[in-house]
């Protein structure tokens, strides 16, 4: 077909390109008048002669990303095959980039008519109040279905963070503070005027990041998130060291630097699996004292332990052990999930005798609780 | 001498002279690039590593027969290395040689934050250069969001501003492709600006004739056999997965050996050529070399 035979239904092809624009614009395609403007350049170069030419120049112009190119197909055959009655129910939305991000009141409908036929589409196409809600939702209490796009989010969310800590760390200047003595002392083969300055390099600081997940049985919802949040988190902090455990305590920072996280967790839950049964906190935290904390604590370092607090050891195990810890670092962090159950004191044994030594408690019950501790890792 | 924009008439006259430089083009990308020379928009080409992104750039400065000026971004990328940078060795040097020189402060100073204290870099270079070049930004997702913030200003004005100087006009708008590989999303304002395509692995026809196009002497079949392979672990999980500067990799270095089919020895003994990963060498051969083979038979 050549577009410029027939304008579906306008009476000019400049109009139908207007047209299309709008089409574009009400579906979610985030195009404003210099793509329609574009668009009618190209229209204008001799393009139109050949429908593929065409469409591959106005996809060029509307999509910014791989996954919005099988949404413009179907709008773009829809519309200049002079059907747009079916644009709406014809275009695909799975898989779109920006959807989520602008909330077009259309596309909730399309989203909400999509449900009842298939339901999987759903997730993408919510509006933003879901997502506020999911984000506030308490990670033991997410249906089986939200459990999914909460993993999606969550990963986003997650990696977004981790990048912009990284940014942070990174973000030193170049070149260090001017030494002048060494300024001096080069000046002088060129007859005592600085041409080679000569700068102080800062030595690097590597951060370094302790984190203990507690896997245990009654941790079991959170820590799946859990995992994976210190999963993100490695990319920022080359020194990060984890450790899980529920009955004995087990090193995972080497596990955790693979690349493909899926068979992690897969191998990880396998062997956890074994573990199941009461929680010794004290216990793990003796191993870890005895076997790791001198190799990998040095006064500096931040620890995060997460875990319920949930012990069925001795708490004065758990007081004395922690109390060592806290000796060794900088900051001793307890990220408790439970804590965000509304009217929760820490009156477990456990928690009590932990409490004294720990500089900031606070929870990780849902994807905010977590999200707030960007400011606290910054200063890691 | 530069190529005339306005004698491109149709996209079709670009993939053949792109053909004949060597540079197998499809329909879709032909399209864009005449729609880049008519229009003047950046072009954005996202995908994988190994699909000929930055070919496309070194293709088009040769077709248009013009500098092809790049920028290779890098997290930390600043103005200095990007833009421009004064030689203050020099600037030092000259006010000493001045020293007895009766000029006046602003006649000294004038002097020194002259156009030979100037050092150039490739974002000045493109903007200031005699004739439209084309201007690479070359893994646009490594560099920072300030950086990208810095260049939405200059491909939307063509023009840069250098406080000692005043502000830089460009002479000729220079043709910008951009690419990226996706590490991380870049702004929708940029991406506004620009032209988008994404450029994934070829087809097998398409890439039996890009191995062709750079290994004329070797035999159709054992290419059409290779590219099997290849395409047969890109489909696998793998860590890096091979593009197509593995495959063409791979093809001279079975025509070095001097190999003339595809065996299972013959692969296990280039595979380095094809992934670079140990993890992958081992994935592979710990299924099996010859079932991978026979995988690709099959077809």
């Given at each position: ?16 390109i ?33 429908k ?15 996954e ?15 059907r747009?009655?079916?644009?709406e ?27 009842e036929?298939?339901?999987t589409d ?9 997502m506020?809600?999911l ?62 300055l000569?700068?102080?390099n ?78 010794r ?7 870890f ?26 708490p ?22 439970l804590?965000?159950?509304q ?13 004294p ?24 | 001498?530069?190529?005339d ?46 699909v ?46 001045q ?25 000045l270079?493109?903007?200031?250069s ?32 250098i ?50 196009k ?16 290849v ?32 065996t299972?020895?013959s ?28 995988a690709?038979?099959?077809?």
């Open positions: 077909m050549n577009p410029s035979q027939h304008f579906s239904g306008f009476s000019s092809l400049e109009q139908a207007v047209g299309f624009g709008q089409q574009a614009r009400e579906l979610g395609f985030n195009v404003g008048v210099q793509e329609t403007i574009d668009s009618l350049l190209a229209a204008t170069s001799g393009i139109t002669a050949n593929d030419h065409f469409r591959y120049a106005l996809k060029a112009i509307y999509c910014c990303a791989e919005d190119s099988e949404a413009f197909d179907a709008l773009f055959n829809a519309f200049w095959n002079k747009r009655h079916l644009i129910s014809k275009v695909n939305f799975k898989n779109r980039s920006n959807l989520q991000k602008k909330g077009v009141p259309s596309l909730v409908m399309v989203g909400q008519g999509k449900q036929e298939g339901g759903t997730k993408n196409v919510s509006g933003a109040n879901d506020a809600r984000r506030k939702t308490d990670f033991s209490r997410l249906s089986e279905m939200d459990s999914k796009w909460m993993e999606e989010i969550a990963q986003k969310l997650w990696e977004q963070m981790s990048m912009r800590l990284k940014r942070k760390l990174k973000a030193t200047p170049r070149e260090g503070q001017l030494d002048l003595k060494r300024t001096i002392r080069a000046s002088l083969s060129y007859g005592g005027d600085p041409i080679k000569q700068y102080k800062r030595k690097p600081r590597k951060p370094r990041l302790i984190t203990i997940l507690d896997v245990s049985g009654s941790m079991d919802k959170y820590s799946f998130f859990l995992l994976r949040f210190l999963f993100a988190l490695r990319s920022c902090f080359e020194k990060l060291e984890t450790f899980i455990f529920s009955t004995q305590l087990m090193r995972i920072t080497e596990e955790l630097q693979a690349k493909n996280l899926d068979y992690t967790l897969a191998m990880l839950s396998s062997q956890a699996n074994h573990w199941s049964g009461g929680t906190i004290g216990e793990c935290f003796k191993t004292n005895d076997q790791h904390a001198k190799r990998i604590l040095n006064g500096d370092s931040t620890v995060i332990i997460l875990s319920d607090g949930l012990d069925t050891g001795d004065e195990d758990l007081a004395r052990e922690l109390k060592k810890i806290k000796l060794r670092t900088r900051q001793l962090v307890w990220l408790n999930p804590k965000g159950m009217g929760y004191e820490p009156v477990q044994k456990g928690m009590r005798a932990a409490l030594e720990v500089d900031v408690f606070k929870s990780a019950h849902n994807l905010d609780s977590i999200l707030e501790l960007e400011k606290l890792l910054m200063h890691v | 001498m530069q190529f924009h306005g004698a491109v008439s149709a996209p079709d006259f670009i993939s053949d002279q792109f053909d004949k430089l060597g540079y197998v083009v499809d329909e879709e990308l032909s399209t864009i690039l005449f729609l880049m020379l008519k229009l003047g928009k950046p072009l954005l080409l996202e995908g994988p590593p190994g000929g992104k930055t070919e496309v750039a070194t293709s088009l400065a040769k077709f248009l027969n013009t500098e092809l000026l790049r920028l290779q971004c890098y997290e930390g990328l600043d103005v200095h290395s990007a833009v421009y940078e004064w030689n203050y060795q020099k600037q030092l040097l000259s006010i000493k040689i020293e007895n020189m009766h000029r006046s402060e602003s006649e000294k100073e004038a002097h020194i934050f002259g156009e030979e204290f100037l050092l150039k870099r490739p974002l270079k493109a903007i200031t005699p004739q439209a070049p084309v201007l690479l930004i070359d893994e646009i997702d490594r560099a920072d969001e300030e950086f990208e913030a810095f260049l939405l200003e200059l491909l939307s004005a063509f023009q840069i501003s406080p000692e100087m005043g502000t830089v006009k460009a002479l000729h708008k220079p043709l910008v492709i951009l690419t990226s590989n996706r590490t991380r999303e870049l702004s929708d304002a940029l991406k506004r600006r620009c032209l988008y395509h994404w450029v994934n692995y070829p087809d097998m026809e398409k890439e039996i004739r890009i191995v062709h750079h290994l004329p002497d070797m035999q159709e079949q054992l290419i059409r056999e290779l590219v099997r392979v395409h047969t672990l890109r489909e696998q999980k793998l860590d890096k997965s091979p593009g197509i500067a593995e495959t063409i990799d791979w093809a001279s270095a079975l025509l070095a050996l001097g190999y003339r089919e595809l299972e020895e692969i296990a003994k280039s595979l380095g050529c094809v992934l670079k990963s140990t993890d992958d060498i081992n994935s592979i051969k710990l299924q099996g070399i010859a079932s991978l083979l026979a690709t038979k099959i077809n």
